[in-house]
C-alpha cells in the first residue's frame, strides 16, 4: 500500500507553485500562433490565462478547506458520485499524465536546442525525471521550500529578459 504524504503548504507557497509554473510555461511554450495573430497586443492572452490560473487556484483552496482531509479524488466522488467522480478523476489523472509528458519532452527539446546544443535530448529527459523523483520522494514541503527560496531569483531572472528583449 502507497502511503500518502501529509505535508502541508499554505495558499502563498501554493500560488508562488502556480506563478513559476506560468513563468516556465510560457517561456518553453512560446505560442507562435498567437503572437503572429495578436501581434503586441499577445501579452493580454497572458493576462488572461494568468488571471484564469488564480480562480483555479481559488477553486482548490476552496475545495481543500470544505474538505480538508479527503483526496482530490475522494472531493471528486463526494461531490460527482462514485462512478462519475472515480472516471472524472481518472480523465484527470490522465490529463495530467498528458500534460507532465509533453512538458517533459518541450524541456528536453528547448535544452538540447538553445542551451546544450548536440546533447541527446533523452539524456536531458532522463536528468530532469530523476530531479522529479528526488522531489517526489522528499515531498511537497521540501518542493514549495525550494520554490520559495528561488521564487526571487526567477522573477529577476524573467525582468532581465524582458529588459534585454529588443524593442
Not at 525525471?129 to 531569483?153: D, K, M, N
Amino acid at each position: 500500500m502507497i502511503k500518502l504524504e501529509k505535508g502541508k503548504i499554505s495558499s502563498g507557497e501554493f500560488l508562488i507553485l502556480v506563478i513559476i509554473f506560468t513563468i516556465g510555461g510560457s517561456i518553453l511554450n512560446v505560442p507562435a500562433l498567437l503572437v503572429n495573430l495578436a501581434k503586441q497586443d499577445a501579452w493580454i492572452s497572458y493576462l488572461i490565462t494568468t488571471l484564469v490560473s488564480l480562480c483555479f487556484v481559488f477553486l482548490y483552496n476552496k475545495l481543500a478547506s470544505i474538505y480538508p482531509s479527503k483526496t482530490y479524488v475522494e472531493v471528486n466522488e463526494k461531490i460527482l458520485g462514485k462512478w462519475v467522480g472515480k472516471v472524472s478523476a481518472l480523465l484527470f489523472l490522465f490529463y495530467i499524465l498528458y500534460l507532465l509528458s509533453a512538458l517533459l519532452y518541450e524541456i528536453g527539446s528547448f535544452s538540447t536546442t538553445q542551451i546544450l546544443v548536440g546533447t541527446p535530448i533523452e539524456m536531458i529527459m532522463i536528468l530532469f525525471l530523476l530531479t522529479c523523483i528526488i522531489g517526489v520522494r522528499l515531498g511537497l514541503e521540501v518542493i514549495s521550500r525550494t520554490a520559495l527560496i528561488f521564487f526571487p531569483w526567477i522573477v529577476f531572472m524573467l525582468f532581465m529578459l524582458f529588459f534585454w528583449l529588443p524593442p
